[in-house]
């Protein structure tokens, strides 16, 4: 079965750097886009960034200008560069990508477990 799984997450101050990562294994065809959410307690799920599998990127206004994702050549991982990060930014952080498992198949949704990522004042 496919999967995705994140790393870099954990507790920076106010200011610092992580870097998020995810990784794709498992029976998969082609990765179409693929994106982060995060989700802060009490509030919904927001997207932070997607990007295409032709490279174009969409960011959510909040981290315009901080976060940047990026996606290696062989397409089976996507990171987010987390510059500048403030509190508000604290949440779990989710990968997902759009999978097809065969050639003749749709896409379809897989999310990995998430990564944590508190930022303290």
């Known amino acids: 079965q496919a999967q995705l799984v994140e790393s870099g997450g954990g507790l920076v101050q106010a200011g610092g750097s992580l870097r998020l990562s995810c990784a794709a294994s498992?029976?998969?065809?082609?990765?179409?886009?693929m994106a982060w959410y995060r989700q802060a307690p009490g509030k919904q799920r927001e997207l932070v960034a997607r990007i295409t599998s032709s490279g174009t990127t969409n960011y959510a206004d909040s981290v315009k200008g901080r976060f940047t994702i990026s996606r290696p050549n062989a397409k089976n991982t996507v990171h987010l560069q987390m510059n500048s990060l403030k509190p508000e930014d604290t949440g779990v952080y989710h990968c997902?990508?759009?999978?097809?498992?065969?050639?003749?198949?749709?896409?379809?949704?897989?999310w990995g477990q998430g990564t944590q990522v508190t930022v303290s004042p």
């Open positions: 498992g029976i998969i065809f082609r990765i179409n886009d």
């Open positions: 997902s990508a759009q999978v097809s498992d065969s050639p003749l198949l749709p896409w379809r949704e897989l």
